[in-house]
């Protein structure tokens, strides 16, 4: 070797060493290494891998939000749920001394069938191959398909309590027929819609709601949440109650002030109803109480024995789920065209 090659060879050594400071520098540098070259690499041998998993990004599932899930009035088995509802009539009235013209007081009981307890399940299934796979990995596959049924149960659980299952004739809280939906007041700029609303046009809207349930109930349920649309609580958010005035605040903070007030954003409230061909989103304002809205379901998410078919191993889950239970149609106030 000249010396100006060995110089050369030095001055590389002494960078790489200070790059990297790795022993085997020399030894790739002056080609003593089996099966070391000056030539190109692979891709692969460049390619840094991320030991991290990035999942895709999911929806956010808030049925829970609106209303509590019940496994402990469903048996598990039953076909369908019921339940009475009591009522007190009668009133306690100025009488004659004779006492012979008792007004009557009473309790009238009525029941509430045909909502059905449906079975529902899903399964996941790995290879012999996926098996070899992930041990060669080290990854937990068996976890994340589990976690793969555990969602696509949440989602099930999602639709079921907003739109219902048309198949089994079940309702969902935004298309239930004893919620009747009212019309959104005109806006100043025309139409209904929140998009060329006011900040206080749209605290109108919400303050009727609001109104509409106290009415109806005679002051005797308080509404504090209200399901929207996604752009709808975009707008509500973004949008100043009074940008002309001294109130430097969102008609969602005046309005959560002003009624506490819970706003919660579901994707399927979007163009939810129907008048003459014409989709519209809603609103529906209602107080969050067991007595009045539940989820109910028979039996929770739950795995059964895995079982051998040929080279694949299944994995089965199963769950019974009656869906939303509506007590009191009275007690919401759905307003559309917003």
Same mark, same amino acid.
């Given at each position: 070797?000249?010396? $100006?090659?060995?110089?050369?060879?030095?001055?590389?050594?002494?960078? +790489?060493?200070? &790059?990297?400071?790795?022993?085997?520098?020399?030894? $790739?540098?002056? =080609?003593?290494?089996?099966?070391?070259?000056?030539? *190109?690499?692979?891709?692969?041998?460049?390619?840094?891998?991320?030991?991290?998993?990035?999942?895709?990004?999911? /929806?956010? !599932?808030?049925?829970?939000?609106?209303?509590?899930?019940?496994?402990?009035?469903?048996?598990?088995?039953? %076909?369908?749920?019921?339940?009475? %509802?009591?009522?007190?009539?009668?009133?306690?009235?100025?009488?004659?001394?004779?006492?012979?013209?008792?007004?009557?007081?009473?309790?009238?009981?009525?029941?509430?069938?045909?909502?059905?307890?449906?079975?529902?399940?899903? @399964?996941?299934?790995?290879?012999?191959?996926?098996?070899?796979?992930?041990?060669?990995?080290?990854? #937990?596959?068996?976890?994340?398909?589990?976690?793969?049924?555990?969602?696509?149960?949440?989602?099930? /659980?999602?639709?079921? +309590?907003?739109?219902?299952?048309?198949?089994?004739?079940?309702?969902?809280?935004?298309?239930?027929?004893? $919620?009747?939906?009212?019309?959104? @007041?005109?806006?100043?700029?025309? =139409?209904?819609?929140?998009?060329?609303?006011?900040?206080?046009?749209?605290? @109108?809207?919400?303050? +009727?709601?609001?109104?509409?349930? /106290?009415?109806?109930?005679?002051?005797?349920?308080?509404?504090?949440?209200?399901? !929207?649309?996604?752009?709808?609580?975009?707008?509500?958010?973004?949008?100043?109650?009074?940008?002309?005035?001294?109130?430097?605040?969102?008609?969602? %903070? &005046?309005?959560?002030?002003?009624?506490?007030?819970?706003?919660?954003?579901?994707?399927?409230?979007?163009?939810?109803?129907?008048?003459?061909?014409?989709?519209?989103?809603?609103?529906?304002?209602?107080?969050?109480? *067991?007595?009045?809205?539940?989820?109910?379901?028979?039996?929770? !998410?739950? %795995?059964? *024995?895995?079982?051998?078919?040929?080279?694949?191993?299944?994995?089965?889950?199963?769950?019974?789920?009656?869906?939303?239970?509506? /007590?009191? #149609?009275?007690?919401?106030?759905? $307003?559309?065209?917003?």
């Amino acid at each position: 070797m000249s010396e $100006i090659q060995y110089n050369e060879t030095r001055f590389y050594k002494d960078q +790489a060493d200070r &790059i990297i400071n790795d022993s085997r520098v020399e030894a $790739i540098l002056d =080609g003593s290494v089996s099966g070391t070259s000056a030539g *190109p690499f692979l891709a692969q041998e460049l390619e840094s891998m991320d030991k991290r998993v990035h999942m895709v990004k999911e /929806r956010e !599932l808030r049925f829970g939000k609106l209303m509590d899930v019940n496994s402990s009035e469903v048996s598990s088995g039953s %076909q369908s749920y019921a339940w009475t %509802q009591e009522d007190r009539t009668g009133r306690f009235l100025p009488i004659a001394s004779s006492g012979k013209n008792l007004p009557t007081v009473d309790v009238s009981t009525e029941k509430f069938k045909s909502y059905l307890n449906t079975l529902h399940g899903a @399964a996941y299934e790995i290879t012999t191959q996926e098996l070899r796979a992930a041990i060669m990995a080290n990854r #937990p596959l068996s976890t994340r398909k589990a976690d793969a049924i555990r969602r696509a149960f949440n989602e099930a /659980r999602q639709t079921l +309590a907003m739109t219902g299952d048309a198949v089994r004739g079940k309702k969902g809280l935004i298309n239930d027929s004893n $919620i009747t939906p009212v019309v959104a @007041a005109t806006k100043t700029a025309g =139409g209904t819609t929140w998009a060329v609303a006011t900040g206080l046009e749209m605290y @109108a809207d919400i303050a +009727a709601a609001v109104v509409g349930v /106290r009415n109806a109930t005679k002051n005797t349920v308080i509404p504090d949440t209200v399901a !929207l649309s996604n752009e709808a609580y975009t707008l509500l958010m973004s949008t100043k109650y009074n940008p002309d005035g001294n109130v430097d605040k969102s008609v969602m %903070q &005046i309005t959560e002030e002003a009624f506490g007030i819970s706003f919660v954003p579901i994707s399927e409230m979007a163009d939810s109803v129907t008048v003459s061909t014409t989709d519209y989103d809603q609103l529906i304002c209602f107080e969050k109480d *067991p007595l009045n809205l539940e989820f109910m379901q028979g039996l929770d !998410l739950s %795995q059964r *024995p895995g079982q051998w078919v040929g080279l694949t191993y299944s994995v089965p889950y199963e769950a019974e789920l009656v869906g939303c239970v509506i /007590r009191k #149609p009275v007690c919401f106030y759905s $307003i559309y065209g917003i």
